[in-house]
């Protein structure tokens, strides 16, 4: 059985830092491509970043590229969302998500994703 299990969401002020983890399990995610999208109430499902299992293809939204980080360790099967300098329209509940996609232009469309985890709230304080 698939799993993804985000953790690390929580309260924080703007400015503050926060890291979220994609804990994986299941089946084998070396040929996925691994995204990071959130959704804010009211609003729709929303691409924040991707990174092929491998650790290369990063791929990142506008509104977060100077500010998060992705990245994985494959070793602990465990996927990464760095949140710097976080400000309140990063409020939102983040999930994590895997692609068997073979195309870099889906990897922003969540339709393209095969699994997806129960996601974590992350509210930032102005």
């Known amino acids: 059985q698939v799993q993804l299990v985000e953790s690390g969401g929580g309260l924080v002020q703007a400015g503050d830092s926060l890291r979220l983890s994609c804990a994986a399990s299941g089946r084998s995610f070396s040929s996925y491509f691994m995204g990071w999208f959130r959704q804010a109430p009211g609003k729709e499902r929303e691409f924040v970043a991707g990174?092929?299992?491998?650790?290369?293809?990063?791929l990142y939204a506008d509104s977060v590229k100077a500010r998060f980080t992705i990245s994985r360790d494959s070793a602990k099967n465990t996927l990464y969302l760095q949140l710097n300098s976080a400000n309140p329209e990063d409020t939102a509940v983040y999930y994590c998500?895997?692609?068997?996609?073979?195309?870099?232009?889906?990897?922003?469309?969540?339709?393209?994703?095969?699994?997806w985890g129960q996601g974590t709230q992350v509210t930032v304080s102005s």
């Open positions: 990174i092929k299992w491998s650790g290369t293809g990063k």
């Open positions: 998500a895997a692609s068997s996609s073979l195309s870099y232009s889906y990897y922003t469309q969540s339709r393209w994703y095969d699994y």
